[in-house]
């Protein structure tokens, strides 16, 4: 055991924390107003918008990563102007791992945001549109501060969504070390070559770190809701 503590390499799991740091910023600031869109929306289109964020939920790893890659290979267009433009190739290096992993994560930080949004009383909105506030005072000062348990929810399920990535990353990134070489893929390829006993280890600390994310979440929303006499 001691020996293959040793031999534990903390590169994929650094990698795995910075990509899901990354990927959890961005969604918060595009999440936020879309999410507030949709718990205040009564558009026809609604529904369709839903739809297409909860997506990531129900399609396979491998056919969202697939299609990403394709969108993003240096063949498609949007591809060719990123190179073109920026100089920066889009698969198989860390930038395409956080577009894609922004795809697979959208729902886990929209959906809780969304419920937190719907579950404000409207006379508190109302008030502070009186009080002649716009609609972003209203969502930074009076929204988000009275959905601290959605908020808190949406932020810590997002990053351990992301950190636990498998098919859509190793679609769109491979495994390339110390770019796109993740925990998970790291996995993958330990027990590929039989190497049952590092595969026990990473993922020991994935189904730890997991369970804690979780707990932390749970025990804060139930503080909150004591608090709330709910």
Known sequence: ????????????????FKLAFITTIIL??????????LSQTRSKIKPFLE???ALPIVLPPSVLGFYILVV??????????????????LVFNFTG????????SLPFMVQPLQGG??????NMLEASYIAGKSKFETVLKVALPNIK??????????????VGEFGVVLMVGGSIPSETKVASVAIYEMVEMMD???AHIYSAIMVIMSFLVLLSVYIFNGKQSRKLGI
């Open 196 to 198: 049952y006993g590092s």
């Open 72 to 89: 993003l290979s240096q063949n498609s267009p949007l591809g060719i102007f990123f190179e073109d433009v920026f100089g920066v190739k």
């Open 117 to 122: 949004f719907e579950s404000i009383n409207k």
């Open 51 to 53: 739809s297409l964020t």
């Open 28 to 37: 918060f600031v595009i999440s936020v107003p879309l999410a507030w869109y």
């Open 149 to 162: 348990p959605a908020l808190l929810t949406a932020i810590i399920v997002t990053f351990a969504h992301t």
């Open 1 to 16: 055991m001691i020996e293959l503590l040793g031999k534990i390499e903390f590169e994929p799991f650094l990698l795995s």
């Open 97 to 104: 791992l956080v577009v894609a992993s922004c795809f697979y």
